[in-house]
């Protein structure tokens, strides 16, 4: 397991983004810092990386493997996955 030290860039961002930025500075700020806990949350064996997705993202439903229609994957979950024959 990772020290501290991985969440301190963390709270630093978090930290720029409440002492007042702009919009599109905060929306920014906010896609990395969800990128960077996806990705901690990833290396953590979870079934969900927790990835936000931006406007141009794509994702994939595996109707097979998805609770139910609504239930979409990242990319890279998806083409990490076994999906082949179905």
Request: glycine share 10%; proline share 1%; aromatic share 8%.
């Amino acid at each position: 397991a990772k020290g501290s030290n991985e969440f301190s860039g963390l709270f630093d961002k978090l930290n720029r983004i409440l002492l007042g930025r702009s919009k599109l500075e905060i929306d920014a700020e906010y896609i990395d810092v969800a990128n960077e806990l996806a990705e901690i949350n990833s290396n953590a064996n979870n079934k969900r990386c927790g990835k936000i997705f931006g406007k141009s993202d794509l994702i994939y439903n595996c109707y097979t493997c998805g609770v139910d229609p609504t239930c979409v994957l990242c990319q890279d979950c998806f083409m990490n996955g076994d999906h082949e024959g179905h």
